[in-house]
């Protein structure tokens, strides 16, 4: 099998070849193989030293330096297929479903070409492109939301992953579909950027468990609470059925164009490859002090959405549920909050994952983590803390804006002792 391929970043309105990645060792090894990195010389004439959208990474700024590593750089892995994707994709492919690092290298290549962000692999664009039928055809919503026979038939034609859940981690069976100007919804990978109108990721829900079900249907009304608090949200999520439809927010329709934005997780910021290790919060902000445009307020929201965490109870905050946006004009910061929801419901128990490195035993000392997170960032701590005070006052009537978007008793009084808790807190800092 070919251990090279081609990355391209879509930038200035097209793609473009950016960069060439090869593998220096067996591709048994899965990302855990040597690799070797070398940006395009054309592209380096137009974005030299750039680190925004016109790079494959933050860590990565375009130049004319190879790039050798002693395993896959950690970029790379926001573009490998995992969860129920990476299942489905296999299935595709052939391949054992238990298969582990021997079949990184084949899914990359094939379930890398139209991921979140402005960068894909060619050669898996190329493979897509090659399975995809002649047939543009569009669905109503509520076709979508029912799983009607002629969708399912569709997604079974084309295989699943075509649709784009290989490239949309996280285990919930998740698509990329885009409204179309005729209203209907389309496979993301088979719509020309000129029909586009608006862009989605669509997760539906997994089985008969009441729990999960209770999950996604309070994701939506989580983002408005989130929202509520301040934190930095994009749009209104919507639930028609068991489908959340999720408005992406790294793809833009600007005079009539879209436009892609590069997405990077916390775990490629922090240079963490694979899926088992977790930087700490004081890593995660110390990068945020050394690339982000606004570095203090984007700390201070990394501050503020730890403790919508803490408060709402969603633990599931490992390293790829947080990610920083990196625009065309130069801008890097965090993206809008995603993957916000009650995941202390969870049945298989969703631990909390990232943590700080001192007086964070699941419900961090806040006076001490703002400390920390402005030891990391360099930055000014009084500042940072009266923002973060300001919080206490959405938190003061969460609860109350909670019942009023119907999220049952149930799912609130477990969370009373912990707000309050939290609050005061916040009102000493």
């Known amino acids: ?92 492919l052939g391949l054992d479903e238990r298969a582990e690092a021997s079949a990184d290298w084949p899914l990359l290549c094939a379930g890398a070409g139209n991921p979140i962000g402005n960068m894909r692999v060619l050669e898996a664009w190329q493979w897509a492109q090659q399975r995809s039928g002649p047939l543009l055809r569009g669905f109503g919503i509520d076709e979508i939301a029912a799983r009607s026979e002629d969708f399912s038939e569709y997604l079974a034609q084309h295989g699943l992953f075509l649709a784009g859940s290989s490239g949309v981690q996280g285990e919930w069976p998740k698509i990329l579909l885009t409204r179309a100007r005729d209203g209907l919804f389309y496979l993301d990978h088979a719509l020309p950027d000129e029909l586009a109108e608006r862009h989605y990721i669509v997760k539906f829900g997994r089985g008969p468990d009441p729990d999960l079900a209770n999950i996604l249907r309070l994701e939506a009304p989580y983002m408005q609470l989130a929202a509520s608090l301040g934190l930095k949200v994009h749009d209104a999520l919507e639930l028609h059925g068991k489908a959340l439809f999720i408005p992406r927010f790294d793809r833009e329709l600007r005079h009539g164009r879209v436009v892609r934005h590069a997405q990077e997780s916390i775990a490629s910021l922090c240079g963490v490859t694979g899926f088992a290790a977790t930087p700490s919060h004081n890593a995660a902000c110390a990068r945020l002090g050394q690339v982000a445009t606004d570095p203090m307020g984007e700390v201070i929201e990394y501050l503020k959405r730890d403790i919508a965490n803490i408060v709402l109870r969603n633990r599931d905050n490992h390293a790829r549920n947080t990610a920083i946006r990196r625009d065309a004009q130069g801008q890097i910061g965090l993206t809008p909050l995603f993957d916000f929801a009650p995941m202390w419901l969870h049945p298989d128990g969703i631990a909390r994952r990232m943590r700080w490195e001192h007086d964070d035993g699941g419900s961090p000392q806040w006076a001490s983590a703002i400390a920390q997170a402005c030891d990391a960032a360099r930055l000014e701590e009084a500042p940072v803390r009266a923002a973060v005070r300001e919080m206490a006052q959405p938190l003061a009537g969460l609860l109350e804006r909670a019942r009023d978007l119907r999220i049952d008793a149930q799912f609130l009084d477990p969370l009373a002792v912990t707000l309050a808790q939290v609050r005061t807190q916040l009102e000493a800092l």
Request: net charge negative; charged share 20%; aromatic share 8%.
């Open 1 to 92: 099998m070919k251990t090279s391929c081609t990355l391209q970043l879509h930038i200035d309105g097209t793609w473009r070849d950016a960069a060439a990645l090869s593998l220096t060792g067996p591709l048994e090894q899965g990302m855990g193989a040597p690799s070797f990195l070398v940006y395009e010389a054309a592209h380096v004439v137009d974005y030299q030293d750039r680190r925004d959208a016109a790079a494959v990474s933050v860590n990565v700024p375009v130049s004319f330096d190879a790039l050798q590593e002693s395993r896959w750089p950690a970029f790379l892995i926001d573009l490998l297929p995992q969860g129920y994707g990476r299942g489905e994709l296999l299935r595709q």
